[in-house]
């Protein structure tokens, strides 16, 4: 059955990972405060944002695409508590991750596998002190662990845009 860009939206949306506590961190290895869990949740959002937008160009044409981000940004407003980010901005938070994501391409584009984003990823929230140095395998894993790649790629394969 064909699906709008809305309900596309809301399929990738549901699958997508929430605020990343202070308590799964902790089960990584990480001790941070809530404001490090903050920006490590947003690290989760924009890789999450990445692989929805690569998968759903791989997929649909060009405009209805884009279609679907728009719902899909929608979506993570009105669901903005979800992520534990009051006082952030939701439309400033995704253009920032909109920014990661030349890098990412660039390493996609060289044959680097999601893993390789992951760790790209990792290595910033290290860098800008985000997490201790020496922390980014820890992070990495955490990635790998809830940014569901395969799982937006298998929504993909089944989504079927209506005609718009």
Sequence with gaps: ??????????????????????????EYGLEVTAD???????????????WIRSALHAKLRPGDAARVLTELERCI??????????????STVLREAWSKHA???Q??????????????SAGG??????????????LLALFIDVVPVETFGELMETLDLADS
């Design 1 to 26: 059955m064909a699906q709008t860009p809305h309900d596309a939206a809301e399929s990738l949306y549901t699958v997508m990972p929430r605020a990343i506590t202070l308590d799964l961190l902790s």
């Design 36 to 50: 490090q869990a903050r920006h490590v949740t947003q690290e989760a959002l924009s890789l999450s944002f990445y």
């Design 77 to 90: 407003a009105a669901g903005w508590k979800d992520f534990d980010l009051e006082g952030y901005d939701p």
């Design 103 to 105: 890098a990412y391409d």
């Design 107 to 120: 390493i996609v584009q060289e044959g680097g596998s999601p893993i390789a984003v992951f760790g790209e």
């Design 125 to 138: 929230l290290e860098f800008s002190g985000v997490v201790a140095g020496g922390e980014r395998q820890k």
